[in-house]
């Protein structure tokens, strides 16, 4: 059973569909989903920013509850991208070049291209994550803890780009 899953992921498409304002800054308080997971479809793994420190590794991780690493705010930047914020990092999810594989890390929260991410539904409840600068879509390859999240070419029919909000219990 999804734990707040649906429930999260159809906050997301409000507020992706939502007209943001045309001040940036207001945006960013205006429209946040905050404090939820974001697991992989395939691995059903959590996304986690760890450290503190610049440039650290976006990777997966077993969900827990309550860590702080593991739970992402969604801030609307505008026109329907967001930056996706590490509560326990404070840096955004953050992809510094555009190739295929290029690492995800977590960096100091700019607006930036490369910090900006859209959520595009493919069920009700799992979208893909696309970045702005490349165009590609963050995935995690494998199902062990620790593997790298990076940017690969989008396409839904991988589970591996699939994410959703909440987590399985």
Known sequence: ???KGAAVAAAI????????????????DAGVL??????NRNSDKCLVAQNKGENSPAFQYD???DFADQRWDFQDIRNGWYQVYNEHAKKC???HTNGNEARAVAYTCHVW?????RSEMVSDHEFLLR???SGKCLIVRGFENGNQAVLHTCDKRFDDQIWFAGYMT
């Open 63 to 65: 969900c827990v509850g």
């Open 131 to 133: 970045h702005r600068a």
């Open 1 to 3: 059973m999804f734990r």
């Open 34 to 39: 905050a404090n939820t997971h974001l697991s």
């Open 93 to 95: 999810l953050t992809v």
């Open 113 to 117: 291209d490369s910090q900006q991410w």
């Open 13 to 28: 498409a409000a507020v992706v569909v939502a007209v943001p304002p045309a001040n940036a800054a207001a945006s960013a």
